[in-house]
């Protein structure tokens, strides 16, 4: 793969190298969502399990968790501001554009692990009952993949910084957009069935 | 996304599976009108309770479908047909897997559970 030219030789309609990566990066997203829906059907078997212990409507803040949806999802927004600018080649535009979706992930994490914190406080921990442990785990597994993100945020941009924007930067970078769009997809379902559903 | 891409100069797969600036501002202004009416369904009184339910769950549907299409580029483009029939599969399977679980679990819960057990009386006989 030429290094000037990375996406520009292969006329190939849409099965070279790059595009298989991302069929197979897509297949374990797949995966991954089957994870969150196995989560999110034991949080709806367990949702009324509370053991006696606090509901979803006493604990949950409605503001709070609108805060971490625009986090994530304006975050969503400057990462695929930063593939265009990955496309059109600008490295420094590319790695703002990284540096402020992080700073918006990291955001949100720390929103999270302030909510986890509360609640344990408050004495409503993953141990306190079915509900409150599908819920710490469905949630806490979310917020591990954002984890997981910012790590290979981190990452990546030390890759561009150190090689450039060749071919597989852009491929890895295309996965990387998926993987964090793919976030957004979730938490999507994670802010309707999960928050909104306990105040209807 | 059936969208033209607009002066681009090149009818490429790569540029399609990658979108434009203006497909990413139509998905985010959607999104966030999208996240806005759901939230608002439950914190003001302007839907009432009985179709409030319904309603964040279409809002839901559709928000995921927005960001698939617009920031996921997932469509009928030639590039994206494996993608869009993988995840037709994986939505199948998530279909039945939430759907069974809660139909199992919901039979079981009414069919199995004494209802005039509690906890306390649980414990006392195991």
Not at chain 1, 4 to 22: C, F, I, K, Q, R
Not at chain 1, 70 to 93: W, Y
Not at chain 2, 67 to 77: E, I, K
Request: overall charge neutral.
């Amino acid at each position: 793969m030429s290094a000037s030219l990375p996406y520009a030789v292969h006329e190939t309609a849409g099965h070279d190298n790059a595009s298989m990566t991302t069929v197979g990066f897509w297949i374990y997203l797949m995966s991954d969502c089957l994870i969150f829906a196995v989560l999110f059907a034991t949080f709806g078997v367990l949702v009324h399990s509370t053991a006696g212990g606090p509901d979803g409507k006493g604990l949950f803040e409605l503001p709070f968790v609108l805060g971490e949806t625009m986090l994530l999802l304006v975050s969503s927004f400057t990462f695929g501001a930063g593939m265009l600018s990955a496309q059109a080649g600008r490295k420094k535009q590319l790695l703002a554009w990284l540096a402020v979706t992080f700073v918006l992930g990291l955001a949100f994490i720390a929103m999270e692990l302030h909510e986890f914190s509360t609640l344990i406080h408050e004495g409503a921990g993953p141990s306190k009952s079915a509900f409150l442990s599908s819920f710490f785990t469905l949630v806490g597994t979310h917020g591990l993949h954002v984890t997981c993100g910012l790590a290979w945020l981190i990452v990546m941009a030390h890759q561009v910084v150190r090689f450039g924007l060749d071919g597989i930067a852009l491929r890895r970078l295309a996965c990387l957009s998926l993987f964090w769009h793919f976030l957004d997809l979730i938490w999507i379902c994670v802010f309707t069935f999960v928050y909104l559903r306990e105040f209807l | 996304m059936k969208a033209p891409l607009p002066h681009s100069g090149m009818e490429h797969a790569e540029s399609h599976a990658h979108g434009n600036l203006k497909s990413y501002v139509v998905g985010f202004v959607l999104s966030l009108v999208l996240t806005i009416a759901s939230f608002g369904t439950v914190m003001t009184d302007l839907v009432p309770h009985a179709s409030r339910l319904a309603t964040i769950v279409i809002l839901c549907v559709v928000q995921l479908f927005v960001q698939l299409v617009y920031f996921l580029h997932m469509g009928t483009a030639k590039s994206q047909r494996q993608n869009t029939a993988i995840f037709a599969c994986t939505s199948l399977l998530i279909v039945i897997v939430v759907a069974g679980s809660l139909w199992v679990m919901h039979n079981a819960n009414v069919n199995m559970m004494p209802m005039s057990m509690s906890i306390q009386s649980a414990l006392k006989h195991p």
